[in-house]
């Protein structure tokens, strides 16, 4: 017998004690030979038992029994071991492949793991009981619940036919449980069948079945239909009966949703009152969804530390839970957290953020988006923010020791950051118009779509004035929302601005600059604003105007879209002034701006000081022993900010 730890001999020491013969196990097995794999997983790692002699001792169907006590007392790792360890002593036990594609569904979200292993599972019982249909009780239960395991591991997997298939073949045999209504509804949803999703929905509410799950998804068919304000009252029944379940109910879902149907007709204050709700619940982190969305509303009022919030309590919730793999959110959360950078002025990590959205896989059975609309909300922000890098390096003055080669350098990357932005921008528009066909993400703040709707307006211009009008007209004869009018009228004007239409670009903006609302529309207000003011001359009254109003709303914004802000400037050495000619600021003392410049000399050290008279901005000072490096380091404290 060979000993090759302290550890083993403690071990068998206990077995000893309890009786258990050591001739039991072979004679060169150590507790390394029972390291437990996951043989369809080759990125598994070993674990090793708390005690795997006895564990060896044991059946698979003992084991199998003792993998569904550690299920239902949480443990869900242990119970895993269990079933590998009874898949290593019998293979073809399907109770034990058919409970690891459980465990990958629920507790890890290893989708295509758990599809093979129900695959295999319902192989493996063909092959002892032969194929369906089946006359025993046992069995039939057996069978349904592969099929529905197998529903829901294509659902997750993106693969809705073939989750309707295995629905329907589920129906064929005359199952039926009370899940089953509110599934079915939800995949035919996913596969366009609106009218017919609404109708087993409503026919399952009727027929007994799991009222939460079933009103829920009824809620969701009535507001794609159009049908909000019932809507609205599907989605409080589904929230009261998930109160009423206490400790069982899962109230954060409904409560998401019909915080989404206010958001839609623009109450925001009462949306996110429902996900504020939702991500302070148990089960306020079962998915991103809550946490994105309040991102997003406090994105479109510009508070991006709120957003930023949002998303870290959201990561911090789900790190309680080990096991997933984060294939639900991790593309959703990079999204969010380059569009909170991009609105930061920190556009080089914004941009990290998007290219990482772009590579990492995210599933969407669960939710009503579709991987067409991530590609076109990653595309449509990682050209945004390529387009404001490009134009705000242009404000920024170039360090006086930076070599030939190196300007050589940033000016070619601006070059590409530019032409990439162009060309992500066409790639979104044609995906929208071929792909989605603008059905429903021209419709403002659709609730599926992944677009910034307060920026859509930069993709838009890219179209011909009139296609635009065409759709547009289309949108607002069927669309009777108030407010959703000021974000047509943005786009009209900002491709009026765009397409040689100059005084009705102005005309349109500035009529609907005075009609939006704070706080809730901050970020087209904004955007509007510096649209608008980058096409006007700098020294008219409106360009300071604006580019003042729109620095009170997001400070890092101006010099993304071009637009430099206008100061006072005080101080003895009117060396500043040239090389402030090259940065954000505008040096204008033919009147009296809020902002105002101090500079200053001791010895050998330069400082700058930004200040506003009335107080409305943080106080900004810098010193150095180079005045453009002090210009440059004043510029980025003043329009960069850290949410």
Not at 12 to 25: C, Q
Not at 54 to 62: A, F, G, N
Not at 444 to 458: A, F, H, M, P
């Amino acid at each position: 017998m060979k000993f090759t730890s302290f550890a083993t001999a403690a071990a068998l020491s206990v077995l000893l004690f309890l009786g258990i013969p050591l001739a039991a196990f072979s004679q060169d097995q150590t507790l390394q030979d029972y390291n437990i794999t996951d043989p369809f997983d080759p990125n598994d790692f070993p674990f090793q038992a708390d005690s795997p002699q006895l564990d060896e001792l044991k059946t698979s169907e003992e084991l199998i029994s003792e993998a569904e006590m550690l299920f239902l007392d949480d443990r869900p790792l242990d119970g895993r071991t269990k079933l590998l360890l009874a898949l290593k002593k019998d293979p073809e036990n399907y109770r034990a492949h058919s409970m690891l594609a459980g465990y990958y569904i629920v507790h890890v979200g290893h989708y295509r793991l758990a599809l093979r292993y129900i695959r295999k599972a319902q192989e493996l019982f063909e092959k002892q009981y032969g194929p369906p249909p089946y006359s025993d009780y046992e069995l039939q239960n057996v069978h349904s619940h592969h099929l529905h395991l197998l529903s829901q591991a294509r659902l997750n997997l993106d693969d809705y036919p073939g989750a309707l298939k295995a629905l329907d073949e589920y129906e064929s045999y005359g199952y039926y449980k009370d899940w089953y209504p509110g599934s079915r509804a939800w995949v035919l949803m996913k596969n366009g069948n609106l009218n017919e999703a609404i109708k087993v929905a409503r026919l399952g509410l009727l027929a007994g079945a799991e009222p939460g799950r079933t009103l829920n998804i009824l809620g969701i068919l009535l507001s794609m239909t159009g049908q909000r304000e019932q809507s609205l009252e599907v989605f409080r029944q589904a929230i009261s009966h998930e109160f009423s379940l206490g400790s069982y109910g899962q109230p954060a879902t409904p409560l998401n949703n019909i915080g989404e149907v206010y958001r839609e007709i623009f109450q925001e204050d009462a949306a996110e009152k429902s996900w504020l709700k939702a991500t302070s619940l148990p089960d306020g982190c079962e998915h991103v969804l809550p946490s994105l969305n309040l991102a997003t509303i406090q994105l479109e009022r510009l508070d991006l530390s709120r957003a930023k919030r949002a998303i870290d309590e959201f990561e911090t919730c789900v790190a309680q839970f080990p096991l997933r793999n984060g294939e639900e959110h991790r593309a959703l959360v990079h999204l969010a957290r380059g569009r909170i950078l991009t609105q930061a002025g920190q556009l080089d990590k914004g941009i990290e953020h998007f290219r990482e959205a772009k590579k990492r896989t995210q599933w969407f059975g669960k939710i009503g988006t579709d991987e067409e609309d991530l590609t076109a909300g990653v595309l449509s922000s990682l050209a945004l923010a390529l387009e404001q890098k490009s134009t705000r390096e242009e404000l920024f003055p170039t360090p006086k020791d930076l070599s030939i080669y190196a300007r050589t350098l940033r000016w070619i990357q601006r070059m590409q950051d530019s032409v990439e932005s162009w060309w992500l921008r066409r790639r979104t528009l044609q995906l929208l118009m071929r792909k989605l066909n603008w059905g429903e993400d021209l419709y403002v703040r659709n609730t599926d779509s992944l677009l910034e709707y307060g920026y859509l307006g930069s993709l838009l211009s890219l179209m011909p004035a009139q296609t635009l009008e065409k759709r547009l007209r289309i949108e607002r004869d069927s669309d009777g929302r108030g407010n959703a009018e000021n974000y047509y009228e943005a786009y009209l004007g900002e491709n009026y601005l765009k397409n040689g239409r100059f005084n009705e670009g102005v005309q349109t903006l500035e009529t609907l600059i005075s009609r939006l609302r704070l706080p809730p529309d901050a970020a087209l207000k904004a955007h509007v604003e510096l649209r608008l003011a980058s096409r006007l001359s700098p020294k008219s009254k409106e360009y300071r105007h604006l580019s003042e109003d729109a620095f009170l709303l997001n400070r890092p914004s101006l010099p993304s879209y071009g637009v430099r802000l206008s100061v006072n400037y005080s101080g003895p050495d009117d060396r500043f002034l040239r090389i402030l000619d090259d940065s954000p600021f505008l040096v204008d003392n033919s009147y009296q701006s809020d902002f105002l410049l101090t500079s200053g000399l001791e010895g050998e050290s330069f400082s700058l000081r930004f200040t506003s008279r009335t107080g409305r901005t943080p106080v900004f000072t810098v010193s150095g022993d180079n005045i453009s490096t002090v210009i440059s380091k004043l510029a980025e404290e003043v329009f960069q900010i850290e949410p």
